[in-house]
């Protein structure tokens, strides 16, 4: 029984790292990000030390900038 509960605990915690890891390439994709292919690739390989996590969430959280004279689309 001890086993079976520290094998669960185990695959939860792996994958709550693994979502808390991957969250900046989830947030680029799911605002459709400009570079979200390089934030993906910066949140693969850089992810693993802080700063290269803090920023491809910097990236992938930013508001892009508006293209001068681009027309505003009313929903």
């Given at each position: 029984?001890?086993?079976?509960v520290?094998i669960?605990l185990?695959?939860?915690v792996?994958?709550?790292f693994?979502v808390?890891?991957?969250?900046p390439?989830?947030?680029a994709?799911?605002r459709?990000a400009?570079d ?5 690739i ?7 030390s802080?700063?290269?996590?803090g920023v491809?969430l910097y ?5 892009p ?6 027309a505003?689309t009313?929903?």
């Open positions: 029984m001890e086993r079976t520290n669960m185990t695959v939860v792996v994958v709550a693994a808390l890891y991957l969250l390439s989830y947030l994709f799911a459709d400009k979200r292919w390089l934030i993906l910066i949140n693969v390989f850089l992810g693993g802080v700063i290269g996590w491809a990236m992938a959280t930013r508001t900038k508006k293209a001068k004279g681009a505003e009313l929903a």
